[in-house]
């Protein structure tokens, strides 16, 4: 009898409780990030929502990207990810924006 390919959702099956629990928290994270940019474009950095005046779509985009890096940093603590892999992604990410992007790199 012929296997089965392992497919990304088994291997999800076999992750601990706390890793699939990090991992759901990265994905919400990451979704109130882009919700959070989505409200920058629609109404622009300074905009507040009606029930808080006092905070601005800037605020309320560093907020979640603070709690992405929290998450980002918990996955590296638990051994979930490397911290080493992801900064040499990140560097090689800088050299791509320097050569195909318009963002100015110091």
């Known amino acids: 009898m012929k296997k089965l390919k392992t497919t990304n959702t088994d291997k999800m099956k076999k992750s601990t409780k706390p890793e699939a629990e ?3 928290l990265l994905l919400e994270e990451n979704s109130e990030v882009i919700q ?7 109404f622009g950095w300074e905009s507040c929502h009606p029930d808080t005046p006092n905070f601005t779509n800037k605020d309320h985009l560093e ?3 603070g709690d992405l ?7 590296c603590d638990k051994g979930i990810v ?3 892999a992801i900064s040499r992604y990140a560097e090689f ?6 050569r195909f992007s318009n963002v100015k790199l110091d």
């Open 22 to 24: 990090l991992l759901n």
């Open 36 to 42: 959070a940019v989505s409200k920058i474009f629609r």
């Open 63 to 65: 907020e979640e990207i």
């Open 69 to 75: 890096l929290c998450i980002i940093k918990l996955l």
């Open 82 to 84: 490397d911290q080493t």
């Open 93 to 98: 990410k800088i050299e791509k924006l320097r």
